[in-house]
């Protein structure tokens, strides 16, 4: 019985694996894992795709450079039964954030700018910026420029429209959601130089639109649209073949529709035509891509193995130590509980255990996305996990957090 339970594991490890891309394929055993344990992630995900908590979910684990967990469960759409598939294409959300701070970390790496450059050296929009008041009474001259710093750190004073700016980014049309949006990021980026900050620059963590402006420096700064540049500096170097801003129309079928999960068990689809995916010219930095859970490990693997991949070299070790690196000091992280309690270039990082107490190793990495995707790189183990679900609401449950201990308590040696 002994032998044929791990003859069973053995085929549940390979059947899993089938179709997964990217990274050479392992049985958890050889990189330290247990297979039984790591299979406790299908009971889990099982269960939450039977409770409706998310419609469908791809979870990708990969250890000492090779993956070791790659399965799908629940559905791709709901309306026609088609089942999850994983190579399934998802809307990344604010993982895109990480791909656009490469990009400008490419940049950097060339002498184009150094990171105490004023943005207004680039975008002289934003040459005089204002701080609006607490209670939205009133503005005031900030007290030094945005830097590039503060972009890739966002402490620039933008956002994604919270507290008394809320009107005033409406009323611009600046978009900050997941949906269509109108023109081009760069027209976005001009109108929003025109607007208040919610704080003076490099005093307080503020999560918002401070990416997109990065992707738009990226463009000034190359002459490149962010999509061409990010295609053709990171994507092809790193072969990942299933990542875009607009998908091929070939592809288009493999896109998981998106869902609202209304926390009671019940999900309905999300009213959003995406067809906008196949045709566009806005390219969010902060918000637009898709892609798969197999390539998005490949971009994480590059990062763990410092800036390089299957002999490609992207980065210096050292731009990827200094991206990796705390830079917000002790400005307060309102994300702790779930990416880490600090923040570098493109990550939040877990410097302390504190209240939270998360099994990640200290030095974790980390980001998630809108739409319940997540990623996570923990150097200390040589471990990456992926997950990638569509759906709003789904944060109310504690799905990730279980999914994550399921992977840390697999770890045997």
Same mark, same amino acid.
């Given at each position: 019985?002994?032998?044929?339970?791990?003859?069973?594991?053995?085929?549940?490890?390979?059947?899993?694996?089938?179709?997964?891309?990217?990274?050479?394929?392992?049985?958890?055993?050889?990189?330290?894992?247990?297979?039984?344990?790591?299979?406790?992630?299908?009971?889990?995900?099982?269960?939450?795709?039977?409770?409706?908590?998310?419609?469908?979910?791809?979870?990708?684990?990969?250890?000492?450079?090779?993956?070791?967990?790659?399965?799908?469960?629940?559905?791709?759409?709901?309306?026609?039964?088609?089942?999850?598939?994983?190579?399934?294409?998802?809307?990344?959300?604010?993982?895109?954030?990480?791909?656009?701070?490469?990009?400008?970390?490419?940049?950097?790496?060339?002498?184009?700018?150094?990171?105490?450059?004023?943005?207004?050296?680039?975008?002289? /929009?934003?040459?005089? *910026?204002?701080?609006?008041?607490? %209670?939205?009474?009133?503005?005031?001259? &900030? +007290?030094?420029? !945005? @830097?590039?710093?503060?972009?890739?750190?966002?402490?620039?004073?933008?956002?994604?429209?919270?507290?008394?700016?809320?009107?005033?980014?409406?009323?611009?049309?600046?978009?900050?959601?997941?949906?269509?949006?109108?023109?081009?990021?760069?027209?976005?980026?001009?109108?929003?130089?025109?607007?208040?900050?919610?704080?003076?620059?490099?005093?307080?963590?503020?999560?918002?639109?401070?990416?997109?402006?990065?992707?738009?420096?990226?463009?000034?700064?190359?002459?490149?649209?962010?999509?061409?540049?990010?295609?053709?500096?990171?994507? /092809?170097?790193?072969? *990942?073949?299933?990542?875009?801003? %607009?998908?091929?129309?070939?592809?288009? &079928? +493999?896109?998981? !529709? @998106?869902?609202?999960?209304?926390?009671?068990?019940?999900?309905?689809?999300?009213?959003?035509?995406?067809?906008?995916?196949?045709?566009?010219?806005?390219?969010?930095?902060?918000?637009?891509?898709?892609?798969?859970?197999?390539?998005?490990?490949?971009?994480?693997?590059?990062?763990?193995?410092?800036?390089?991949?299957?002999?490609?070299?992207?980065?210096?070790?050292?731009?990827?130590?200094?991206?990796?690196?705390?830079?917000?000091?002790?400005?307060?992280?309102?994300?702790?509980?779930?990416?880490?309690?600090?923040?570098?270039?493109?990550?939040?990082?877990?410097?302390?255990?504190?209240?939270?107490?998360?099994?990640?190793?200290?030095?974790?990495?980390?980001?998630?996305?809108?739409?319940?995707?997540?990623?996570?790189?923990?150097?200390?183990?040589?471990?990456?996990?992926?997950?990638?679900?569509?759906?709003?609401?789904?944060?109310?449950?504690?799905?990730?957090?279980?999914?994550?201990?399921?992977?840390?308590?697999?770890?045997?040696?």
């Amino acid at each position: 019985m002994m032998r044929l339970a791990a003859v069973v594991g053995l085929m549940w490890v390979w059947t899993s694996l089938a179709g997964a891309q990217g990274l050479p394929v392992a049985v958890p055993e050889e990189v330290g894992l247990s297979a039984a344990r790591l299979q406790r992630l299908d009971g889990l995900l099982t269960e939450a795709v039977d409770k409706e908590q998310i419609p469908g979910v791809v979870m990708l684990v990969a250890r000492h450079g090779q993956v070791v967990y790659h399965n799908a469960f629940g559905m791709l759409d709901m309306e026609t039964e088609e089942r999850m598939r994983v190579d399934a294409l998802f809307r990344i959300a604010a993982m895109s954030k990480p791909l656009t701070t490469v990009a400008a970390m490419l940049l950097y790496e060339e002498g184009r700018f150094l990171l105490n450059d004023p943005v207004s050296l680039y975008l002289p /929009e934003y040459s005089r *910026m204002e701080v609006i008041d607490p %209670q939205g009474s009133g503005v005031q001259p &900030a +007290r030094r420029p !945005i @830097t590039i710093r503060h972009l890739l750190n966002h402490t620039s004073g933008l956002t994604y429209g919270e507290g008394p700016l809320a009107e005033l980014y409406e009323r611009a049309g600046i978009s900050v959601g997941l949906g269509p949006a109108a023109g081009t990021v760069g027209d976005m980026v001009s109108r929003l130089a025109r607007l208040p900050l919610i704080n003076h620059p490099g005093e307080e963590f503020h999560y918002g639109l401070s990416t997109d402006v990065l992707g738009r420096l990226v463009e000034v700064l190359s002459g490149s649209d962010l999509d061409e540049f990010v295609e053709s500096r990171i994507l /092809e170097p790193l072969e *990942m073949t299933d990542t875009y801003f %607009q998908i091929p129309r070939d592809k288009y &079928a +493999r896109l998981a !529709i @998106t869902y609202i999960a209304d926390g009671q068990g019940r999900l309905t689809r999300e009213p959003v035509d995406l067809s906008y995916l196949l045709d566009q010219d806005y390219y969010s930095g902060g918000n637009g891509m898709v892609s798969t859970a197999s390539d998005y490990l490949r971009f994480c693997q590059m990062i763990l193995n410092r800036g390089e991949l299957d002999g490609v070299r992207l980065l210096s070790r050292k731009t990827v130590e200094l991206m990796t690196t705390n830079s917000i000091g002790n400005l307060y992280a309102p994300f702790r509980a779930n990416t880490g309690d600090k923040f570098g270039y493109g990550f939040g990082i877990r410097t302390e255990r504190g209240p939270y107490d998360e099994i990640e190793s200290i030095g974790t990495l980390g980001w998630d996305g809108a739409l319940y995707t997540r990623f996570w790189i923990d150097p200390e183990e040589d471990l990456i996990g992926v997950f990638m679900a569509q759906s709003r609401g789904s944060w109310r449950t504690d799905l990730l957090g279980k999914a994550r201990v399921l992977v840390y308590q697999a770890i045997v040696d």
